[in-house]
């Protein structure tokens, strides 16, 4: 899950380099949700 995360938020960057920062941006919250996901999975020991 945190393997996704870094995927998409090198993707955010990748994006904000080339393309509108609005984009970036919901790039970035969508990297950011999925790393509280992580974190919560880790924090219940599934992880």
């Known amino acids: 899950m945190l393997l996704l995360a870094s995927y998409v938020l090198f993707a955010a960057v ?8 609005s984009a970036a941006a919901v790039v970035f919250a969508i990297a950011a949700v999925v790393i509280a996901c992580a974190l919560r999975l880790l924090r219940m020991g599934c992880g």
């Open 14 to 21: 990748i994006i904000a380099a080339t393309g509108t920062l």
